[in-house]
Structure formats: C-alpha cells, structure tokens
C-alpha cells in the first residue's frame, strides 16, 4: 500500500500551492489523513489531518488560516490548500493514513520551495 503526495513546487513567498495525497491500494475515506513536513535539518513536524466520519478537521497554529485540508472521496484523494505562502514553509510535504493511533501508510513526499 502506497501513498502518492503531489503538487509540491516552487512558489514565490504570498503564493499559494495545493497539494494532492493519492492512494493505489488504499480508500482514503476510511481512514483518518495527516499532512505532515520537513524542513531540512528539522524534526517532522504536523500540520493538518482531516477525520473519517465527520470530517473533523485539525490544524497546527503555524498554518492556520492559511492552509486547508479536504477530501474528495470519489476521486480518493485528500488536498492541502496552502495559501500565503512563507519561506519558512519550504520543506518536504508528507500525507500519512491512520485508523488507530497511529499513522500506518506513509508518502514519499514532495518538495515545497518558497522564495523570498
């Protein structure tokens, strides 16, 4: 079971981007999907995750009101909206799926470069 995260790029720092977590051999919709990042020689830190039955939604203090997850559950397929854009937000974007306590199917990552 794999994880495809896509969308990253480069963005001027304001900019927006929106990210894409996709699965092959996963529904998404039965399972809670985190957004995670990391910079470079940083810790993974958190962002977002979206839940199953009622679509909770969480968001860390350092992306929110800018960024916002969704789903889609006839596409499978989970985004990150990612607006006003800073340059401290250039890291790898990971989406991870969990049913339990902890995320068990992780993504490769795509890279999100923000330019001053």
């Known amino acids: 079971v794999q994880l495809q995260a896509s969308g990253g790029g480069l963005v001027q720092h304001g900019g927006s981007l929106k990210l894409s977590c996709t699965s092959s051999g996963l529904s998404l919709a039965g399972h809670t999907i985190g957004w995670f990042r990391q910079a470079p020689g940083k810790e993974r830190e958190g962002l977002s995750c979206?839940?199953?039955?009622?679509?909770?939604?969480y968001y860390a203090n350092v992306v929110k009101g800018r960024f916002a997850i969704s789903r889609d559950n006839a596409k499978n397929t989970v985004y990150l909206q990612m607006d006003s854009l800073k340059p401290e937000d250039t890291a790898v974007y990971y989406c991870a799926a969990k049913r339990g306590a902890r995320y068990n199917y992780w993504g490769q990552g795509t890279l999100v470069t923000v330019s001053s």
């Open positions: 979206i839940g199953v039955r009622d679509g909770t939604k």
